[in-house]
T-cell receptor
Framework: AQKVTQAQTEISVVEKEDVTLDCVYETRDTTYYLFWYKQPPSGELVFLIRRNSFDEQNEISGRYSWNFQKSTSSFNFTITASQVVDSAVYFCALSGLRWETSYDKVIFGPGTSLSVIP | EPEVTQTPSHQVTQMGQEVILRCVPISNHLYFYWYRQILGQKVEFLVSFYNNEISEKSEIFDDQFSVERPDGSNFTLKIRSTKLEDSAMYFC???????????FGPGTRLTVT
C-alpha cells in the first residue's frame, strides 16, 4: 500500500528562520513520483516540485530546497530565511509512474501547517 | 500555460439536493480525476476516469457519486443527494498519456447546509 507521513502537524517559526518539513513515504512501486504542494488560506493547491524516483539529486529553487533520500524513503523540504508569505499548509504527495494505466492516483500526506511569525 | 479550470468556485446547496461540479481539463489530456478535501484534512482520491469509463474509485465514491465527460471538454462530478458530510473542497485533475504528472484545478468549495 502507498502511504505518506508528515509527522509535523504544525510548525511555528519566526521570520528569517530556516525550517524543514519532513516527509516519509511508503510504496511497493520501484518507480514513482514525489511532490510537494503549498495550500494557502485561499485553498488552491500550488505545485512546488515533482521528483522522479530515479532522480535522487537534491534541488534548490530560490529559498526552497528539497532533499530526496531513497534509502530512508524521505523527501524533506527546507525553506531558508522564511517569510510571512510562506505561511500555509504544505502537503507531500506520492503517485505511481506508469505508462498507460490510470492506477496512478496521488496519495497525499496529512499536511504540515506552517506559521511564520513576523 | 494551459490549466485546469473548475466552476463554480463556491457552491452552497441544501441537504438532499443534487449538485454538479464542473471541470475543464487541459485539452490534450487523457486521464481525469476528482479529489476531495474536507476542511482541515488531507486531500483524498475519489475517482479516476479514462476512455469514457471509471478506472479506479475509492471507498468514498459510493452510489451517490457519478462522473461524466459529456462532451470533448467538460468533466463533471455529480452528487445525487448531498449530505452535510459532503461539504468539502473538490479538486479536479488531469494528465496526458505517458509519464506525466497530474495538473490540479483551483477547486470548488461545496457547502451543504
Amino acid at each position: 500500500a502507498q502511504k505518506v507521513t508528515q509527522a509535523q502537524t504544525e510548525i511555528s517559526v519566526v521570520e528569517k528562520e530556516d525550517v524543514t518539513l519532513d516527509c516519509v513515504y511508503e510504496t511497493r512501486d520501484t518507480t514513482y513520483y514525489l511532490f510537494w504542494y503549498k495550500q494557502p488560506p485561499s485553498g488552491e493547491l500550488v505545485f512546488l516540485i515533482r521528483r522522479n524516483s530515479f532522480d535522487e539529486q537534491n534541488e534548490i529553487s530560490g529559498r526552497y530546497s528539497w532533499n530526496f533520500q531513497k534509502s530512508t524513503s524521505s523527501f524533506n523540504f527546507t525553506i531558508t530565511a522564511s517569510q510571512v508569505v510562506d505561511s500555509a499548509v504544505y502537503f507531500c504527495a506520492l503517485s505511481g509512474l506508469r505508462w498507460e494505466t490510470s492506477y496512478d492516483k496521488v496519495i497525499f500526506g496529512p499536511g504540515t501547517s506552517l506559521s511564520v511569525i513576523p | 500555460e494551459p490549466e485546469v479550470t473548475q466552476t463554480p468556485s463556491h457552491q452552497v446547496t441544501q441537504m438532499g439536493q443534487e449538485v454538479i461540479l464542473r471541470c475543464v481539463p487541459i485539452s490534450n489530456h487523457l486521464y481525469f480525476y476528482w479529489y476531495r478535501q474536507i476542511l482541515g484534512q488531507k486531500v483524498e482520491f475519489l475517482v479516476s476516469f479514462y476512455n469514457n469509463e471509471i478506472s479506479e474509485k475509492s471507498e468514498i465514491f459510493d452510489d451517490q457519486f457519478s462522473v461524466e465527460r459529456p462532451d470533448g471538454s467538460n468533466f463533471t462530478l455529480k452528487i445525487r443527494s448531498t449530505k452535510l458530510e459532503d461539504s468539502a473542497m473538490y479538486f479536479c485533475a488531469s494528465r496526458a498519456g505517458g509519464f506525466y504528472e497530474q495538473y490540479f484545478g483551483p477547486g470548488t468549495r461545496l457547502t451543504v447546509t
